[in-house]
């Protein structure tokens, strides 16, 4: 009796979950109006080590740690937006960066210098 009631109330779960998907479909009425983006802007904050920046400062190239439920742990570039945002930072050096997702591209917001090496 006791599993027949979990498995109900696993049914019922199921049924109340598909029923708060939103309908998408339809609407064509309005469809004139500009759509939502389908994520809006997430920001991550994670730390890491400078591996290099190329001498004309348009990138940054970190080890960062795990971000979760974004990245995993890696060495990758990193666009600079504004080449004095690595002003006194420099290879080997542990940063802090604030990152911007939008759902298509990363943009750097801020780097801090956490420990010189
Ligand atoms: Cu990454």
Not at 86 to 108: C, H, R
């Amino acid at each position: 009796m006791r599993s027949f009631q979990t498995s109900l109330s696993m049914v019922l779960l199921s049924v109340a979950i598909s029923c708060s998907e939103p309908a998408r479909e339809g609407n064509t009425a309005s469809s004139n109006q500009s759509q939502a983006p389908i994520t809006s802007p997430q920001i991550y904050h994670t730390q890491g080590m400078v591996k290099s920046i190329p001498p004309n400062k348009k990138l940054i190239i970190v080890d960062h740690h795990e971000i979760p439920g974004f990245m995993r742990a890696m060495t990758m570039p990193f666009s600079l937006p504004d080449s004095n945002m690595v002003e006194g930072i420099k290879p080997s050096d542990s940063i802090s960066m604030t990152i911007q997702y939008d759902g298509e591209s990363i943009l750097l917001k801020e780097i801090t210098l956490i420990k010189s090496n």
